[in-house]
C-alpha cells in the first residue's frame, strides 16, 4: 500500500520544471579581438626556458581564431608560475 501513495508523490515531483530553466538558450555572440597576435614558435620556446631558468613552471594562455573555417587555438601570452610540490 506505502508503494501505490510515493509513486505519484515522485511523478508530481519530477513533472514540475524550475522556473529559472528556460527553454530556449540565449545566444551568444563571439566577440574577436583584432588586437591579439599569436606568439611565434621561437617566442613560445624562449618564454618557457626563461621560466624553467627560474625554476617555474610555464602556463600558456591561448586564444580562438577563425582560421579556413575553423576554429582553432593560439597562444598569445606565456605566464611563469611557481611548481607545485
Do not use: W, Y
Not at 22 to 45: C, F, G, Y
Amino acid at each position: 500500500m506505502r508503494i501505490f501513495l510515493l509513486i505519484p508523490l515522485l511523478l508530481v515531483g519530477c513533472s514540475s520544471t524550475p522556473s529559472h530553466i528556460s527553454a530556449n538558450p540565449p545566444t551568444v555572440q563571439l566577440v574577436l579581438d583584432p588586437k591579439a597576435q599569436q606568439m611565434s614558435r621561437n617566442e613560445v620556446i624562449q618564454a618557457t626556458s626563461e621560466c624553467e631558468s627560474n625554476h617555474m613552471r610555464a602556463v600558456p594562455i591561448v586564444s580562438k581564431r577563425l582560421i579556413s573555417g575553423m576554429m582553432s587555438d593560439i597562444i598569445i601570452d606565456v605566464q611563469c608560475f611557481p611548481r607545485r610540490f
